[in-house]
Nanobody, 117 residues
Framework: QVQMVESGGGLVQPGGSLRLSCTGSRRIFSTSTMGWYRQAPGKQRELVAVIGTDGTTNYQSSVQGRFAISRDNAKSTLYLQMHSLKPEDTAVYYC???????????WGQGTQVTVSS
């Protein structure tokens, strides 16, 4: 598998929750630092959460305390649990490897998250 496959997006009301999933390559997933990105209409893609191979996590300040990134290496799957969603979280969400040459060709279609009443 070359490209990431993201899923779990949808339409949710402000204050709601969603859980995103992303499946990567079995060959390199477990040895890769992974990240969730998002791109809102008219804006550049931004990195919102990172998880290292040791489980260490980091978050963009705008999502700190509301989002939680996790991984299941046995399933080569990355997760993003999102709570207390806000309209400004509306974007297409993508996952990818960090710091690997494979990331260039691994961008998937993303999954749309829309937060609206």
């Amino acid at each position: 598998q070359v490209q990431m496959v993201e899923s779990g997006g949808g339409l949710v009301q402000p204050g709601g929750s969603l859980r995103l999933s992303c499946t990567g390559s079995r060959r390199i997933f477990s040895t890769s630092t992974m990240g969730w990105y998002r791109q809102a209409p008219g804006k550049q893609r931004e990195l919102v959460a990172v998880i290292g191979t040791d489980g260490t996590t980091n978050y963009q300040s705008s999502v700190q305390g509301r989002f939680a990134i996790s991984r299941d290496n046995a399933k080569s799957t990355l997760y993003l649990q999102m709570h207390s969603l806000k309209p400004e979280d509306t974007a297409v969400y993508y996952c990818n490897y960090l710091g690997r040459v494979e990331s260039r060709d691994s961008w998937g279609q993303g999954t749309q998250v829309t937060v609206s009443s």
